[in-house]
Nanobody, 121 residues
Framework: QVKRGDSGEKLVQAGGSLRLSCDAPGPLARGYALAWFRQVPGQERKFVAGISGRRGAVYADAVKGRFTISRDNDQNTVFLEMYSLKPEDSGVYYC???????????????WGRGTRVTVSS
């Protein structure tokens, strides 16, 4: 199954902005909680932001006020708008879907393809 949305690598300078998009993965993604995780080499994926009908938008402390997650239910797509980017925001970003919103990567049922984001200082 070919997934639409971003892939490959995105480069940006510190202080800049990016917008990521991803087809909500999984056959039952419509209505599921959608989330973005970031992974850097040698570490497990870490929660960045999530959105669900029940809880609305939830963010990791490190990105609050700088990132915005949204979804287009008609297109079954999830977006992540990132502003005031910092070098520590660099990593591979993965979208995900799950019946409930969770920040634990091991509980995620479906993953989208990753997008490498590099923020240069």
């Amino acid at each position: 199954q070919v997934k639409r949305g971003d892939s490959g690598e995105k480069l940006v300078q510190a202080g800049g902005s990016l917008r990521l998009s991803c087809d909500a993965p999984g056959p039952l993604a419509r209505g599921y909680a959608l989330a973005w995780f970031r992974q850097v080499p040698g570490q497990e994926r870490k929660f960045v932001a999530g959105i669900s009908g029940r809880r609305g938008a939830v963010y990791a402390d490190a990105v609050k006020g700088r990132f915005t997650i949204s979804r287009d239910n008609d297109q079954n797509t999830v977006f992540l708008e990132m502003y005031s980017l910092k070098p520590e925001d660099s990593g591979v970003y993965y979208c995900s879907s799950n019946p409930v919103l969770t920040s634990t990567p091991h509980h995620i049922s479906d993953w989208g393809r990753g997008t490498r984001v590099t923020v240069s200082s």
